[in-house]
């Protein structure tokens, strides 16, 4: 039972325009939302994070956006630009407050290419 | 350098044999972790450890077996190698507080 689903495998936008990759989740106990940027042949490395209690979060030209009742988060890139040519990966933890396990769930992944 | 460093970078093996995939890291971190990777499978965690002396099943130990030599060194072993434990192989680590974990830059094996 697949907890975090990407349904989309790939992306392609113009450089320049907005990317706009989603993620759904279906344990509603999750309450820490990350995404990932992974490059050919590098270790994934974190991009972005969203705690629950917020549903917005902004860093340069990424923002995470949360919508809790429908269990949807979303990653804008804005704007796009060639290096952001990447798999993105939502990951989703429980228990942000004490007892946490710590343990990050992953989707598969989205290929993002973004063309000059 | 590197915080968190992974050896060897790939390998190549036959079924049947035993190899240890190793991990250090400098980044003082208490909690490591190791996840594989397949194609179209995201990534999936095999063992993690929140100490030296904490040692916990993930959702895809069968087959694997760990050792927390030191808060900075965590290796991952296949007693006995299989062609479908083919994959990425990352090491990650993480402090108590913050769920961010920072990966290493992959091991990839082939079992042959």
């Known amino acids: 039972d697949q907890q975090v689903k990407q349904n989309s495998p790939s992306l392609s936008v113009q450089e320049g325009r907005i990317s706009i990759l989603n993620c759904d989740y279906t344990?509603?106990?999750?309450?820490?939302f990350l995404w990932y940027k992974k490059y050919p042949a590098e270790g994934p490395t974190f991009l972005i994070s969203i705690s629950s209690i917020k549903d917005k979060n902004e860093d340069g030209r990424f923002t995470v956006f949360l919508n809790k009742s429908a269990k949807h988060l979303s990653l804008h890139i804005v704007p796009s630009q060639p290096g952001d040519s990447a798999v993105y990966f939502c990951a989703a933890s429980v228990g942000n407050s004490g007892g946490s396990n710590y343990k990050l769930t992953f989707g598969k992944g989205t290929l993002l290419t973004v063309n000059p | 350098d590197a915080d968190v460093t992974q050896t060897p970078r790939n390998r190549i093996t036959k079924t049947g044999k035993r190899i240890m995939l190793e991990c250090s890291q400098t980044?003082?971190?208490?909690?490591m972790y190791w996840y594989r990777q397949d194609p179209g499978l995201g990534l999936r965690l095999i063992y993690y450890?929140?100490?030296?002396?904490?040692?916990n099943k993930g959702e895809i130990s069968d087959g694997y077996s760990v050792s927390r030599q030191a808060q900075a060194k965590f290796s991952l072993s296949l007693e006995s190698a299989i062609p479908n434990q083919t994959a990425l192989y990352f090491c990650?680590?993480?402090?108590?507080?913050?769920?961010?974990?920072?990966f290493g830059p992959g091991t990839r094996l082939l079992v042959l």
């Open positions: 990650a680590t993480a402090t108590p507080g913050f769920e961010t974990q920072y």
């Open positions: 980044k003082g971190h208490d909690r």
């Open positions: 450890s929140f100490d030296v002396k904490d040692i």
């Open positions: 344990n509603s106990m999750f309450d820490y």
